[in-house]
Nanobody
Framework: QVQLVESGGGLVQAGGSLRLSCVAS????????VGWFRQTPGKEREIVAA????????YYAESRKGRFTISRDNTKNTAYLHMNSLKPEDTAVYYC???????????????????WGQGTQVTVSS
């Protein structure tokens, strides 16, 4: 069992930056790949970025490439999503999740993850 707690969301103006954090407790965090997802009302949850257990692989949704960076610190059981040049369309609830499986195309899918946090709201004003 793994518990995940996200933080760092909030209200920011367009062009600003935020850093989301995801702190894990329970089983060894370093065993898991981590994904960040986003969801807006009425829409399906979608992948933003993912990082492998050892941080040697990363995936980004095309629309976030170049603006968002995923990272992790296994010594702190924490993953991060650095978001720069934020746009109003980045407004969403952001979730972190972890998966026990190997790095594969499954990291891009909601079903590929085993544990989820409760989410943190990010609102970008124009």
């Amino acid at each position: 069992q793994v518990q995940l707690v996200e933080s760092g969301g909030g209200l920011v103006q367009a062009g600003g930056s935020l850093r989301l954090s995801c702190v894990a407790s329970g089983r060894a965090f370093s065993d898991y790949a981590v994904g960040w997802f986003r969801q807006t009302p009425g829409k399906e949850r979608e992948i933003v970025a993912a990082i492998s257990s050892g941080a040697d692989n990363a995936y980004y949704a095309e629309s976030r490439k170049g603006r968002f960076t995923i990272s992790r610190d296994n010594t702190k059981n924490t993953a991060y999503l650095h978001m720069n040049s934020l746009k109003p369309e980045d407004t969403a609830v952001y979730y972190c999740a972890v998966r026990t499986g190997e790095w594969s195309p499954q990291v891009m899918t909601v079903r590929g993850y085993d544990y989820w946090g409760q989410g943190t709201q990010v609102t970008v004003s124009s």
